[in-house]
Nanobody, 114 residues
Framework: VQLQASGGGSVHTGGSLRLSCAAS????????MGWYRQGPGKQREAVAA???????VYADSVKGRFTISRDNAKNTIYLQMNDLKPEDTAVYFC?????????WGQGTLVTVSS
């Protein structure tokens, strides 16, 4: 599975951004897609995920502010990020799990300034 992420950028505190991740290749059988992020000097952490059955999970730090969604016809997931905070600054990575195999997209940088 190949993943192409887009939508990062720079905003001020309280701003919004929407990330997109388009999957191509062997997308049949992908059972989970989601977003991770890695902030400056931090480890990569899970942000949100959506399963093929529609189950959604969020990290506590983004609940109520971020929304993950998907368009099955386009093999694309989205991450709508509202009320962004400086601590959301990170490189965001798209991830897909197909059985025991994981695929990662290139990162997209989100910078939130106060």
């Amino acid at each position: 599975v190949q993943l192409q992420a887009s939508g990062g950028g720079s905003v001020h505190t309280g701003g919004s951004l929407r990330l997109s991740c388009a999957a191509s290749g062997s997308v049949f059988g992908v059972n989970v897609m989601g977003w991770y992020r890695q902030g400056p000097g931090k480890q990569r952490e899970a942000v949100a995920a959506i399963t093929s059955g529609g189950t959604i999970v969020y990290a506590d730090s983004v609940k109520g502010r971020f929304t993950i969604s998907r368009d099955n016809a386009k093999n694309t997931i989205y991450l709508q990020m509202n009320d962004l905070k400086p601590e959301d600054t990170a490189v965001y990575f798209c991830h897909a799990a197909r059985g025991t195999r994981s695929s990662w997209g290139q990162g997209t940088l989100v910078t939130v300034s106060s």
